[in-house]
């Protein structure tokens, strides 16, 4: 074998250990989750759902799912709202106001998380909102205002503005040629927005943890003071839990963005 | 926004110069207290190499992934689906496989390559492990783009003239992937620098990292001012580092003499 | 006389210190099709975008069937507009884009229907009216904006080169297409383009644009024949020029000394004795002359340098004393000299198919 053919196959081979090193722990996790055993090996001497249900039947974990279910929808709905608007607002604005704001739009995305999670934290203690639904809302729209303003601003920038000057020349008022043109054209984007809010609010660990308390606090939190405890099968099954809905919004994500581009047809009149 | 983020982190910040009292004492501590130094030296130390172990596996992956059309789509997904997990799973999915009778311990066992588990968790190798999995997928896209971007006519003409497949990687396809891996790279160790989840769940008494410091000065021993020095000191490094990328981003690209 | 359709006065653009625009003066009446013809940046786009109210101009008035409509907004004006890329609205059906305008003047729906399949029938494509833009080509997308842009049958048509981004062939074809429904239809037409081919095709008047200036409006033929200046002549057609200075002026003849000896030629307004000018002439109109035909009004002598082969005709270059060079044009087939490189020949041409311009 010549050099070059065997430099490429360690490549490939690389590759797919590499490959399974990336997804097996999480496949792992999964299959463990239906393991009946109370240990956790794998593969797991038989199958069972009683992790499932042993969650269902614990309280603490039905509320935690619930909160952070709670949290996830008004946290992905204001997140979207307030990022679109915000893209919308930045698109045809220049300037070093326009920066300023721009930067401090996406500021989280840049300061580390632990950090972000003491200074919400610190505000809100003073403010007494710790372990408050609110407060909780307000720290995750905050880190997913970003990925908003980014998806949908992603969106506006490969926006024909040409269409709305056609729009304008054919009779439409630019509040109308808004609605009915760049909305419908950049709504793939503002979708992408509101799947990553939700998905960064259900995942959201480290500001949860700072604003739970063991009265209001999410799965994620649950999960976390779980870990350190005896960890058991049953975790396992919350950790799918979590990656099932991750995975779903994904999901959701994939498809949404393969029909893009398909027509919305209001044929002839509303 | 304003209200919600920069407020409150400059707040923070401001605390690291005034609580307890006014002064400077809380810096002079973090550079005196052994401690201290201690911590920020595990961090760095766990985020060289992190990006040292992200460098070196990122590159087969994304080389292949760029240069095998029919594969990249499935190795796109590969890295996609962890890269959208939470890591608290992940960080937890590895320590489901690393303990001493995980997985990884009872294969190496079963086939006889090892006589006693290995000891894989709450050390620094269970942290390596878990982290470079966090963050590889930050690697492999800028690399993939640079890859990609790379003339695909240029490896073959350097065979043509002569280079064997080590030679022209080291001076053809490396030096035209750099900026990607660069990015990817200095990403990768900023984000390290910062990482708690991953540290505090696989890592051990002596993989002690910054922001679990921070967490728990903030949780539990109150301590404000610590806690906002370890902040500004991660802030300020995270911002000069991701500065100092930009700028190389726009320096000219040297030219290569012979 | 009823009121013009169009009427620009003294419209001007300016952008901070460059002036897209400056002076334009323009009426169109009921029924005409005029080109802004022109080099990029020349300044017709922005004059068009102007009476389209997607711009607002900085001086001037814009008058629409007799009234001032530089305060309307765009969707106010009731004027279709036919971009360069088409702009139809990629997540509507070809029907939902040409129903467009129609919604937006509250037209009932049934009536709005049968006006678009009217339209489709118009620009030749029934039956498409359930096709994406993406599904279509380039020449159809551009019908199916010209529908759109006609269905509400406004008063007056802007059309930005809308077949700048069409290849050669469609190009001619839609160019008859358009000069078909402009004269079945009878609408004004502003039609905005680079390619003076184009331009001689299809409109009744053209209005040549320079550095933001109608430099001359008219006829084609006038435009052609009689340029103006030597920006009109060089961008309409091939032309020689001959540098001058002008001796004798009288009956619109002009006198000018040459390099060349003394030329005659049709004089342009505006000039006076003694000032710089440029004789202008076109290569169809110049002949080789033999050695017994009869002197013309202009007469130079050289030595051909180049002869190309047309197909229908080959076109010379005959290199003069000063090195200044001469473009001609022979039928393939004409009696007369015949063409040799290398050769020493004289040309000539008459005084009426010449023009002599302000060399400005």
Known sequence: ?270 | MAVVFAVPVGALLMRSASDPVWGLQNFRSLWEEPVYASLIRNTVQISLATTIGCILLAYPFAHVMATQPRLTRLLTLVVLIPFWSSILVRSFAWMVLLQNNGIINESLLWLGVIGQPLELIFNRTGVLIGMVHVLLPFVVFPLYGSIRAMDPALMPAAACLGAGPVRAFLRVQLPLTLPGLATGAVLVFVMALGFFITPALLGGRRDAVIARMIQLQVSQLGDWGMAATLSLVLLVATLLLLGATQLLVRSPARRVTE | MSTPVLELRGVGKRFGQVVAVTGVDLTLDKGEFISFLGPSGSGKTTTLTMVAGLQKPTEGSILLNGQDVVPLPPYRRNIGVVFQHYALFPHMTVAANIAFPLQMRKVPRAEAGQRVEAALKLVGLPGFADRLPSQLSGGQQQRVALARALVYEPPLLLMDEPLGALDKNLRAQMQIEIARLHRDLGITVLYVTHDQEEALVMSDRIAVFNHGQIEQIGRPQALYERPATPFVAGFLGDSTFLAGRVQTLADEKAVVQTAHGALRGHAATGLRVGDAAIVAVRPERVALLGADDAPRDNTVQGRVSDVIYLGQSRKYVVRLEDGAELLGLQPVGAAGVALSEGAEVRVGWTATDCNVLPAG
């Open chain 1, 1 to 270: 074998m010549t050099a070059a053919r065997l430099w490429r196959w360690a490549a490939w081979v690389l590759t797919a250990v590499i490959a399974v090193y990336l997804v097996a722990p999480m496949a792992i996790v999964v299959i463990i989750s239906f393991s009946d055993s109370a240990l956790l090996n794998f593969p797991p001497p038989g199958l069972s759902l009683r992790w499932y249900r042993s969650l269902a039947d614990t309280p603490a974990w039905r509320d935690a799912i619930l909160v952070s279910l709670e949290i996830m929808v008004i946290t992905a709905a204001i997140a979207t709202a307030l990022g679109t608007a915000a893209a919308i607002g930045l698109a045809s604005w220049r300037g070093p106001l326009a920066v300023a704001v721009r930067s401090l739009l996406m500021a989280p995305l840049v300061v580390p998380h632990i950090i972000s999670g003491a200074a919400i934290f610190l505000l809100f203690d003073s403010w007494g909102w710790v372990g408050s639904m609110h407060a909780l809302v307000f720290g995750h729209t905050a880190l997913a205002l970003p990925y908003v303003v980014a998806t949908v601003g992603a969106a506006l920038e490969t926006y024909d503005r040409r269409l709305d000057q056609a729009a304008l020349t054919l009779g439409a008022s630019p509040r109308v040629a808004f609605l009915r043109i760049t909305l419908p054209l950049i709504s793939p984007g503002i979708l992408a927005g509101l799947l990553f809010a939700a998905m960064l609010s259900f995942d959201e660990l480290i500001v949860s943890l700072f604003l739970s308390t063991p009265q209001l606090r999410t799965v994620t939190v649950l999960m976390w003071s779980n870990v350190f405890g005896d960890i058991n099968p049953e975790i396992s099954a919350i950790a799918t839990v979590i990656l099932l809905v991750s995975m779903t919004l994904l999901a959701l994500q994939w498809v949404l963005s393969r029909r893009r581009g398909q027509s919305v047809m209001p044929g002839l009149g509303r």
